[in-house]
């Protein structure tokens, strides 16, 4: 494995800036090699060189090959592995700060599969994270110089998912509080404060989603969070304190009793296959 990490700020300075490189790299994976289930606080996108693997996320399983590029979201459980009779070779490149998020799922949101973008001249991201790999000199002209790469990869992705800037934030409000609602499940939502963010009155988006979902914000949050709750003690070792926290509860009590509570079991004895 062949990495570079940017190391000219701190990690929590590159949090709050526009958008900073975190780390660029290049990897020929042995047959099975696997990372995950992690969680990282950066977001990240992989370009498959050559060969094969599995990409889990979200309850969500993807095969991909050459041409492929996946992209994992900050806060996400993720797991890839690479095939075990065509493993994959990849280049990968990693940022973060404040639009950090909002970039990333721009791009989710114009991939025909959620996570996946196919068809990519992946050669031509290879060549600009090889720069950032190749980089010497003094820390300060290493850092503009990665961070203008780290534009120039953003700008093709964004070119080649062809992004369409004119109907980003033109849905109907209930559409996209239900997206700012799948891509935010980890975090501790309040529905005023996410009518807030859409500068409008809880009772109205209430209603207005009720009526495209027949649910309310607050029932759509649950359920989703009870889902992918679900699908990790199912899929994954993870301690139950760990998936609560990934789901955005405050404590493993407050998680256990409303799984209990729609499910009728515990999160325990969910994972060992009792039923209620």
């Known amino acids: 494995m062949i990495e570079y990490k940017e190391t000219k700020h701190t990690l929590q300075r590159k949090a709050v800036s526009d958008l900073s490189l975190y780390s660029a790299g290049y990897e020929q994976c042995v047959p099975g090699h696997h990372y995950g289930p992690i969680c990282r606080s950066y977001q990240l996108i992989h370009f498959v060189l050559s060969g094969k693997g599995e990409l889990e996320i979200d309850g969500h399983t993807f095969q991909l090959g050459a041409g492929d590029a996946f992209i994992i979201p900050s806060d996400k459980i993720t797991r890839y592995a690479a095939s075990v009779t065509d493993p994959w070779c990849y280049t990968w490149i990693s940022f973060l700060g404040i639009n950090a998020q909002m970039y990333t799922y721009q791009l989710i949101a114009s991939a025909p599969d959620h996570y996946i973008l196919h068809g990519l001249d992946v050669d031509k991201y290879r060549v600009l994270i090889a720069r950032i790999l190749e980089l010497e000199g003094a820390a300060t002209t290493r850092y503009f110089k990665a961070n203008s790469l ?95 926290r990934s789901m955005g509860f405050e404590d493993q009590l407050a998680f256990s009793k409303l799984f209990k509570k729609c499910f009728a079991v515990s999160p325990t004895d969910y994972r060992q296959g009792r039923e209620a």
Request: charged share 25%; net charge neutral.
């Open 150 to 244: 780290l534009l120039e990869v953003l700008a093709e992705l964004f070119d080649d998912a062809q992004f369409d800037e004119r109907s980003w934030g033109k849905n109907s409000i209930a559409d996209e509080v239900k997206f700012y609602l799948d891509v935010n499940y980890s975090e501790k939502l309040r529905l005023q404060d996410v009518a807030r963010t859409f500068g409008v009155h809880p009772n109205y988006l209430a209603r207005v989603f009720h009526e495209k979902y027949h649910v309310t914000p607050k029932q759509y949050l649950q359920g989703m969070k009870l889902k992918k709750a679900c699908y990790l003690l199912r899929t994954t070792d993870l301690p139950i304190s760990v998936i609560a």
